[in-house]
């Protein structure tokens, strides 16, 4: 077969048009759609190679004649289009085939699958199998610090993930799933020593997330890593780089503002928090600091303003009250 030629020379385009030729005047030609979908999955179209490789099984069955390659090329085509559904009783069959040697990237395949079809408690099993056959296999570290971390094992999810960037300093989901575990640690340790020894990972782990990504998202946690570290200066620094955009989250302002405030720096903070307030109105950790701001900088007034609109988004605080009722003598100043 001339499309077989083709292929070995990995000329694969015109391996699989070859191909489906051949399977479109012969439907029940199993070899002809078994090369059109391995000369797509080489192509990384794995939409069509999935439904070629599909259309070779099923004929391979009719036949009894059921080949392991197809199986596994199948499974994978349908892991990488997303198709987990479908994908999932295949790479249960792959991983589970009498004789086989455990391959981490085939167990790794069926963790996504049953991680993304709702089946966590599989998922981590299956991910755990992984990293027994390959305890360098960093995607598996990083899907298994991502499970605990969602049911709150923060020592695991901090371990799992350690381990994973060791392994690859490259990964930013590891970098900034680590800095949330962390950062979560540290702010459920009762433990003031163990919390400033969480902020401080957090701050190192930040660092080295935002080496590799500076987003909005990311500068915003390493700016809380380091806001909890207490390295306000540097904070302030780190989003000051994204602050100045128009389309800005009012959340990343608040933690502008409240560097600033607590580097003493009360204008740049006012300036911040006032944005932040514009941006969310109903945030009331920002009208808290910016009136205490106001305060500060004696602008009585706008802090008389500020706790007055605060309360009609928190009627109930305790905190608002005290403050308008603190500056009502100078609400006409």
Known sequence: MHAYQLFQQKQYAEAAKEAKAIAANDAGNAEAWKLAGFSEFYLKQY???????QKALDLQRKAN????????????SYTLSEKYDRALPLLVAVTTRAGATPDSTFLYYRGIAEFKTGKTAEAERSFNEAIKANPKHTPSLVYLGQIALAR???????????????????QAPAWFLLTSAYLRRATSSTDEAKASADYLGAVRTGEALTRLRSDEEALGLYARALIGAQQYARAATALERVAASDNVQGITLYLLGL?????????KAIAALERAIV??????????ELGYDYEKSKLYPKAFATYEKALKVAPDDADFKEGLERMRPFAKS
């Open 259 to 267: 560097s600033y405030s607590r580097a003493n720096n009360f204008p």
């Open 279 to 288: 941006k969310t109105p109903n945030d009331t950790n920002a009208y808290r």
């Open 47 to 53: 939409d069509e190679a999935s439904e070629d490789l």
């Open 65 to 76: 004649q059921e080949d392991s390659h197809t199986v596994d090329a199948l499974a994978e």
């Open 152 to 170: 709150k094992d923060l020592d695991t999810a901090i371990s799992m993930l350690n381990r994973a960037t060791t392994n690859d300093p490259r």
